[in-house]
């Protein structure tokens, strides 16, 4: 059964620090990785999708790279902001199917 | 392009009552997936429908259930509801095809259940 782990569980730091937040798997049989952003009492929206052939996709201040045979995906932050706090989630879609199965998150804080 | 929308966006119910929610997918998306989100358990996957049909489904019980509309349109239901039922459902949808699996999220339902 997949199991998705994000560590830490809540970060906080410094306006204009860069930050790796990790996602770990334990099934490498994915068909992609999603990282995704919630704020609170909200949807969530989209960051970065990596497919399985893929190693790393670049979005602005965002770089996510997947490392499928090692389980292991990051999120790279760089020059983070105010508004980057936030819940991140990372989901993977397994081979087998089409549900996305979510870690628990990281909880961001970003002081100014 | 609008995004994905979900009616309503609150609902307060009784135990023992039922509830139906709404989604309306990305034009073009004909994939729609429901998920669950509560504090405890975090965001589980319900079942996901594709052109009318169901093609996958997440470990909950009968009470939960789905449609899809032929315009891609997709309904939720959830009968004799009970206190644990209250959580954000999120509504996902995606072209549903293996070269696009991507989803986008709609900004959800909060049900709370008394």
Known sequence: KQEVTQIPAALSVPEGENLVLNCSFTDSAIYNLQWFRQDPGKGLTSLLLIQSSQREQTSGRLNASLDKSSGRSTLYIAASQPGDSATYLCAVVNQAGTALIFGKGTTLSVSS | ????????????????????????????????????????????????????????????????????????????????????????????????????????FGPGTRLTVT
């Open chain 2, 1 to 104: 392009k609008a995004g994905v929308t979900q009616t309503p966006r609150y609902l307060i119910k009784t135990r023992g009552q039922q509830v139906t929610l709404s989604c309306s997918p990305i034009s073009g998306h004909r994939s729609v997936s429901w998920y669950q989100q509560t504090p405890g358990q975090g965001l589980q996957f319900l079942f996901e429908y594709f052109s009318e049909t169901q093609r996958n489904k997440g470990n909950f019980p009968g009470r939960f259930s789905g449609r899809q509309f032929s315009n891609s349109r997709s309904e939720m239901n959830v009968s004799t509801l009970e206190l644990g039922d209250s959580a954000l459902y999120l509504c996902a949808s995606s072209r549903g095809t293996e070269s696009s699996y991507e989803q986008y």
